[in-house]
């Protein structure tokens, strides 16, 4: 399965702190009927993420009945990405 869509990056402070983008809902409903296939341990999906010319594998987390894609700090370097910018992302679900 391949996903494409842009969101804004946002920052979670937690213990752990990340950078995050929101998959949309259309996205969502797709991942979701996916995730019994590929999902492990707290509802994790793996993929293979792409922003612009920079690929890295992740994997969603469940987030409020949705999902978010962390951004690495070396992809955000890579794209020049700061808190707050919309970047376009490319998902492929790994199988």
Known sequence: MDLEFSGEVWH????????????PEDECAALRSA????TYG????PVTARIGATTWTTSLFPKD???????KDRVRKAEDIDLGDTVTLRLTVAA
Not at 12 to 20: K, L, Q
Not at 35 to 38: K, N
Not at 42 to 45: D, E, F, N, V, Y
Not at 65 to 71: E, K, M, T, W
Request: without cysteine; aromatic residues 18%; proline residues 11%.
């Open 12 to 23: 979670w402070r937690g213990p752990s702190p990340f950078h995050f983008v929101t998959v």
């Open 42 to 45: 707290w509802g994790m999906i």
């Open 65 to 71: 009945g949705g999902y978010v894609v962390p951004l």
């Open 35 to 38: 995730a019994a296939l590929v």
